[in-house]
């Protein structure tokens, strides 16, 4: 380091590599409440592997002084038996916290697949923007 630089300053804050959200091809979720069963909440990386639109508009949130909003995206899964579900995946954003939940269409494609409480439901990548949806009776 030549003069006038801070070389290793403890107070300095490491910008963080933005992490690669994208990148998942398979996640499981457990349904441990009858919440659950109507609506499952995600976490961000799970969220944008089904919608990578919920990649940009968190990443414009981020950027903006904007304290509440709610964003929606339709993601189409296939259930055990190819059949096709529209399921609404909402994104609550405010000053401090990202929320996302599976709601409309989640708790028809949860009666219709059998899912109860104690099941995982199993993502697996089976195409280019498309999931199915898998039930593990009990967990994995």
């Known amino acids: 380091p030549g003069a006038g630089t801070k070389a290793g300053n403890p107070r300095r804050r490491r910008r963080r590599e933005p992490a690669k959200l994208g990148d998942v091809s398979t996640f499981e979720k457990r349904v441990t409440s009858d919440t659950y069963l109507r609506r499952l909440y995600l976490t961000r990386q799970q969220a944008v592997a089904l919608s990578p639109i919920m990649a940009r508009v968190t990443e414009m949130h981020d950027h903006t002084e904007d304290h509440?909003?709610?964003?929606?995206?339709?993601?189409?899964?296939?259930?055990?038996?190819?059949?096709?579900?529209?399921?609404?995946?909402?994104?609550?954003?405010?000053?401090?916290?990202?929320?996302?939940?599976?709601?409309?269409?989640?708790?028809?494609?949860?009666?219709?697949?059998?899912?109860?409480?104690?099941?995982?439901?199993?993502?697996?990548?089976?195409?280019?923007?498309?999931?199915?949806?898998?039930?593990?009776?009990?967990?994995?």
Request: with cysteine; glycine share 10%.
């Open 68 to 140: 509440a909003t709610t964003v929606s995206a339709r993601v189409a899964v296939l259930d055990e038996h190819n059949v096709l579900h529209e399921l609404e995946c909402k994104c609550y954003l405010s000053s401090r916290e990202h929320h996302f939940v599976l709601c409309t269409g989640w708790s028809a494609l949860t009666k219709q697949s059998g899912v109860a409480l104690g099941d995982a439901v199993v993502f697996n990548r089976v195409g280019q923007g498309r999931f199915r949806v898998v039930r593990v009776k009990g967990g994995v």
